[in-house]
């Protein structure tokens, strides 16, 4: 079996920890948490801005992988704040349409971030002919 790991991808600032950004096994790719950081390094106010931000560092992360948001199978959401929750789903649902995945939010402490998303998602190339 082949594993890839992506530890830096174009567009996303390089990860601040001993982590890969993805990994990718059996036609899977696994992404370490995304948090609403821009390339630049800043962190855009409020939480809708922040969950947006998070999504298109997702996006960037899963099209570096030969995948996209119509691939994920599961995503993991990590809010700091319960009432964020309804603008989180209509967020949500502009970014991922008809194409739910499975899904698992909880309220966490996190530092300095309202919120950071992780998934697993099917690659469109298994042999990785796509990938950068």
């Not at 567009?11 to 899977?28: C, K, T």
């Not at 939480?47 to 948001?69: I, P, V």
């Not at 209509?90 to 300095?112: H, I, K, M």
């Amino acid at each position: 079996m082949t594993i890839t790991r992506i530890s830096t991808v174009d567009g996303l600032r390089e990860p601040v920890g001993a982590f890969s950004q993805a990994v990718i096994a059996r036609g899977l790719v696994y992404t370490s948490g995304q948090i609403p950081m821009a390339l630049d390094g800043s962190i855009p106010e409020g939480f809708e801005a922040q969950l947006r931000c998070t999504l298109d560092n997702l996006q960037t992360l899963l099209t570096a992988c030969g995948s996209s948001l119509e691939n994920v199978v599961k995503l993991n959401g990590y809010l700091t704040d319960p009432d964020h929750l309804e603008l989180y789903n209509n967020v949500y649902r502009e970014y991922f349409g008809g194409l739910l995945p499975a899904r698992t939010t909880v309220c966490v402490s996190l530092w300095g971030v309202s919120l950071e998303l992780e998934c697993v998602a099917v690659v469109s190339a298994v042999d990785g002919s796509d990938q950068k």
